[in-house]
């Protein structure tokens, strides 16, 4: 599925440069001169003669001058020189074959304003194939990015970009990174994002210098895929052994606990790879909205940290290799899913602070180690997670370090610079559930509040195919594909519900019967054995809350009844199981209306229900179910179970249904 979107996602690219190149003359370019001269110009079709190009001179560029925001704390002007401004509109560049080599002496220039190499601050063009190298380890006057990408709607398609020249380069941010650092920061990033709906497709990132990889500051709606961002690490101990420089100038000391640099351990040279900062850009407005398809980051502090994103927030099929401080951190409602890291230098995952929620991560941990100690594989905080982490390859790491809930290295810099906040003002987990299949060991300090470790993989023998609202005539549209394609030993079967008490969907007993009749011969002609279970019983008065109660010749549960009954004569036909569920509930006096705990009311969880179940009710479920699937022999070993169904069937979120509770009860 993934392949498709990513087919039809760049189908739609190509197409639409095409559309428009039938209305733009091709403009054939062959010197860095012309290019920084349609840069600037709208509605161009450029295209670079493939070679080496130098950028010596700073009159190749300009300063430019913007206004900030009105809702920016910042005012007035913001001033930024640039050597190559992207400044027209609806432009497209083909710079394929071309490598634009910068003299690293120019990062001298513009002391007291922002400087970034190429300039994008006009928009939707599309620019393909730029390749920008810096040339020596000069240190820039102010700071500098390779890129910036101010304007909305601009697409990057395989840029190749090289940084080199900063300060301090050699320690990481071991001698601080912001307000309060050890020595001056003269930094060089290699790609900032402040626009909106800003493309980045297989793009390469290279840094050499103390900066970002890419990062972005109030950009909204980013993409990055197939991109690769790599740094670079050094052990402390060569740091350690220097007799000169910035480290030793300072005697070795550090910005970060416990104020020293410490031997034995290794750093990353660089800042993170794909970083969200709260918010910026001229409008000072909150970054939000960032998707990450198939990307690498190697060697970096961190590797993918959107912790401070507003959501939407998706990693996907993503890798971090070899990050010191972090592979992946996100902030609440984000999602992971199908991506990989090691713990080789530093946590696999962190979750920075206890007020990020409800992320939902699917992580696979590789067996890389190395001869630095990692004190925690895993650094969980907040609340409302669902975490899952898995070997990768089945191949266990040879050294353990621990999962740890509570704790985390930002907690532990926080605490140190502001040693007498209480404990718990940065850290805590609460009502998080982790699914640890690493083999690795888990630690809960009392800052971990109702959260939940399983450690062994649970074998998954009953699928639940059952879909809110359906009736029998639903059933038979997707039982080909929802059950008989899965070829399973066992169908639990039960419906009734909609077809009966539904009042949009409500049908007759002869058309239920028919319907019903089909399903079970298609179910025997596959092979499968067959349990029938007759709907559970309703609360009348709830019911008619929602639904028109003159529709009604009978009453809900006489209806029901009948339809039981149909149920029960239909098994002995056709020779298949037939379990009384309804009876079960019957023998309880239930439902009571407000009073009872098995299915939903107003007292027992907040909503008008009288239909569908609580947790407690589909435990009911599922344990007398159980008995009866043993009694009647019908659990062996290698059998797959499907429950088909409605909404009785599917249940609620976070495990809360039948189908899982009973597969909970087989696999024990």
Sequence with gaps: MKKIISSI????????????????????????????KYAKKSNVLVKMKPGEYYINSIKTGALSIFKYGENNKKKGDFRIGSLIHFSGNNSQYFLTGVTLNIDGKLHKNYPKSEFSEFLVSGNNNYIEGLKGRDIGSHVPAHRVQMMRVMGDNNTIKNAD???????????????????????PLHKHSVLLVEGKNTKFLGCKVVSHAFGHGIFMQGAINTLFKDCYVEGQMRPTNDMLAETSGLAYDVGFKSDYPPGKIL?????????????????????????????????????????????????????????????????????SDAVIENSKGDALYGPLITFVGNNIKNCKVELELTDLVSEY??????????????????????????????????????????RYRNPDAPKGRYAGAKDIQLFNYTGMPVELNDLAVNCTVTNKEVTQKVVNAGIGGNTTKDLLKRIDKDVLAGNPGLVILMVGTNDMLNS??????NNYRANLNILIQKIKS????LVLMNPIPADSEYLFERHDKSLFTESPNEKLDKAGNIVASLAK?????????????????????????????????????????????????AQNVYYFLNESELLKSNKSIICFGDSITRGGGKGENYPAYLNELIVQ
């Excluded at 590797?303 to 939407?312: E, I």
């Excluded at 949009?504 to 007993?509: A, H, R, V």
Aim: charged share 20%; with cysteine; hydrophobic share 35%.
């Design 9 to 36: 996602f760049l189908l739609t690219l190509v197409f639409s440069v095409q559309a428009t190149n039938t209305t733009l003359d091709t403009i054939f370019i062959n010197s860095v001169e012309k290019l920084a």
């Design 161 to 183: 970009l090289f940084v080199h020249g900063s300060t301090p380069h050699g320690y990481g941010h071991l001698l601080g990174k912001g307000r309060g650092a050890l020595v």
């Design 263 to 331: 031997p034995n351990e290794i750093k990353s040279l660089s800042e993170d790879g794909i970083r969200a900062y709260p918010s910026g850009g001229l409008s000072g407005r909150r970054t939000q909205g960032v998707t990450v398809i198939n990307c690498t980051v190697k060697n970096m502090r961190s590797g993918f940290d959107l912790s401070a994103n507003l959501p939407p927030t998706k990693i996907i099929g993503s890798t971090a290799i070899g990050c010191q401080e972090k592979g992946f951190s996100v902030g």
């Design 373 to 414: 100690k990692v004190s925690r594989l895993a650094e969980i905080n907040g609340s409302g997670h669902h975490i899952t982490i898995r070997n990768y390859q089945n191949k266990k790491r040879s050294i353990e370090s621990p999962i740890v809930f509570g704790e985390s290295f930002w907690d532990d810099v926080h």
């Design 504 to 509: 949009k969907k409500m049908m007759d007993y």
């Design 526 to 529: 596959a092979g499968s054995e």
């Design 573 to 621: 036909e056709n020779n298949v199981h037939f379990y009384d569920l309804n009876a079960k509930f019957k023998a309880l006096n239930l439902p009571q209306h407000n009073q009872d705990l098995l299915i939903k009311n107003e007292k027992n969880s907040g909503k008008k229900d009288g239909v569908h179940p609580t947790a407690l009710g589909y435990r009911f479920i």
